[in-house]
């Protein structure tokens, strides 16, 4: 299946034999007018024209041509063009739509610009200009690329303006449903046509989805978290805490203070239909909509949460977040009384409290819970040096990464940054940073390092810089597979370093020739042989 965009080799004289080229195909969705299949029918044609040969697809199947990071088809045929991973020299493309519909026409250019530099000719078999450098075809191909981008903000608009009609329809617009709801399937005559579960999509657009309760199990749970908040005064924390003791679970995971929080907060559990709340149209940033732009439809399915209930957690979420009028003297003195009767502070104690302001309020006036602390003249128990130092850590791995990748880049390099996680990408190779530090046991006479793990660590490298026993200064760096880094953290001494893969180094010059001499090697064993390159039938997803 994986050739069969790849045609049949046509009869042509030898002099005409001579030229290959690589196939880019894409499809956003299952409704494109233009099916992959119907791009490689007119680039085969194309290419027969021409007596091209098409050697290697690159494909990217449901995916949206606003940006290249979800694209592993144009992702691949990039990174193969730029380290000379080719079989070809020609490049086509059904039209500069397909290319894609980058906002920032610079960018689109940017992409063609690379593979025009590498030697190849970069065609786009439906338009009606040859791609051929003329001011004519430059000319065109800006309007085209412009036409691109419009076309995609224009439907983004009417997209929208049709999900804000039938969310004032109270027909459910978005993904999976709260905890204690499910999505029900209807016609357009308003036949059910049974429940979603989750992963299903309406096939039909005249379909429309709404919300119904969930089983009875999860009815009473979702009505107990409200009787725990509203009627025991219970903070979300000690919510979960109740919940996971008693093996109550969201889905198979334990509650957390974020879900319950959330919960708390979600009017759909008294069959209020909202939306437009949120906004990130076109990739862009996801930004919070004035109240003025917010969907609200009432009564548009069947509520799970008496009404009266859920208007007192609401009076409550909202008396502990905002504190209007109340000045700082105000806060701090209150908070010294809770001090003096409680003997003790935290967030859980501050919240379950009454006629005081929330954590969140303290949090926001003062920047931190132990900055008011402190000008009460409080010092926890608990060390919160971990936490206080979390920024320097974050710039300290920063410096790093950045560095590499500079130093590598100079070397000769295709370095990529992602600059959310931290993490450089080098042929097929991931290399991620951590911070390790120092703890001294109780009892202990030397000190071991602790590597937490995090969300995000793809397979490859990992640089580690360790601090000294003080957590202040850099000790050295060390260079470990991400294989061993399997549970939440790992624990390691100077004794049994070398169990865990740990190499160490002192300076980050010396990490970064190792770091060098790996990527060789596997440059090495990846390049492609002659007879590799004789593989006609080669495809690149």
């Not at 303290?362 to 402190?374: I, Q, V």
């Not at 009892?443 to 026993?469: D, F, K, Q, Y």
């Amino acid at each position: 299946m994986i050739n069969a965009l790849i045609p049949h080799k046509v009869s042509l004289p030898k002099a005409q034999r001579t030229l290959c080229a690589a196939q880019y195909v894409r499809m956003s969705t299952d409704h494109q007018r233009y099916s992959i299949e119907n791009q490689a029918a007119a680039i085969a044609t194309y290419a027969q024209a021409r007596g091209l040969e098409i050697v290697r697809t690159y494909r990217d199947d449901g995916e949206s041509g606003l940006g290249i990071r979800n694209r592993p088809g144009l992702t691949s045929l990039i990174t193969d063009v730029r380290q000379g991973r080719v079989n070809f020299d020609h490049i086509l493309i059904y039209d500069v739509s397909r290319w894609g519909r980058f906002q920032d026409i610079d960018e689109s250019a940017h992409y063609e610009f690379i593979c025009r530099e590498a030697g190849m000719t970069v065609c786009y078999c439906a338009e009606q200009f040859e791609n051929d450098g003329s001011v004519i075809s430059g000319i065109i191909k800006n309007i085209k690329r412009v036409m691109a981008a419009e076309y995609s903000r224009e439907l983004g608009v009417k997209v929208h303006t049709g999900a804000c009609h039938l969310s004032r329809l109270g027909f459910r617009q978005g993904g999976h449903p709260s905890f204690g709801l499910r999505r029900e399937l209807i016609d357009e005559n308003g036949r059910s046509k049974g429940i979603m579960e989750t992963g299903q999509w309406k096939s039909l657009q005249t379909d429309r989805v709404i919300l119904r309760p969930g089983p009875q199990h999860e009815i009473e749970m979702v009505r107990l978290i409200f009787d725990f908040f509203v009627k025991r005064h219970l903070t979300e924390t000690k919510i979960a805490r109740e919940l996971n003791l008693g093996d109550a679970r969201n889905r198979g995971r334990p509650w957390t203070f974020a879900q319950i929080h959330y919960l708390l907060q979600n009017d759909n559990y008294i069959g209020t239909n909202r939306y437009n709340r949120h906004s990130a149209r076109l990739r862009t940033v996801r930004k919070e909509n004035p109240p003025a732009d917010w969907i609200k439809k009432e009564d548009a399915f069947e509520p799970v949460v008496d009404k009266e209930i859920f208007a007192k957690a609401q009076q409550i979420l909202e008396d502990r977040r905002h504190c209007w009028g109340v000045s700082d003297e105000e806060m701090l003195k209150r908070l010294r009384v809770l001090l003096h009767r409680r003997g003790r502070l935290s967030r859980d104690i501050i919240n379950e409290t009454e006629g005081i302001p929330s954590s969140v309020a303290y949090l926001t006036r003062f920047g931190s819970l132990r900055a008011a602390y402190r000008l009460i003249g409080y010092s926890p128990k608990r060390s919160y040096e971990y936490v206080e130092s979390r920024t320097v850590r974050r710039d300290m791995v920063k410096a790093l990464a950045r560095k590499i990748a500079a130093w590598l880049a100079k070397s000769g390099e295709d370095v990529r940054l992602n600059q959310a996680h931290q993490i450089l990408k080098i042929h097929a190779v991931a290399i991620s940073f951590r911070v390790a530090r120092s703890r001294l046991s109780h009892g202990a006479t030397h000190p071991s390092w602790v590597i937490i793990r995090g969300r995000h660590l793809p397979p490859g490298l990992i640089v580690v810089v360790r601090l000294n026993e003080g957590n202040r200064e850099i000790k050295d760096y060390l260079l470990m597979p991400a294989s061993q880094l399997v549970g939440r953290e790992l624990r390691f001494s100077e004794r049994n370093q070398e169990r865990f893969g740990l190499r160490r180094y002192g300076t980050v010059a010396g990490i970064m020739e190792t770091i060098k001499r790996r990527l060789s090697n596997l440059a090495f064993l990846t390049k492609p042989t002659a007879s590799d390159l004789d593989r006609s039938t080669e495809t690149t997803q």
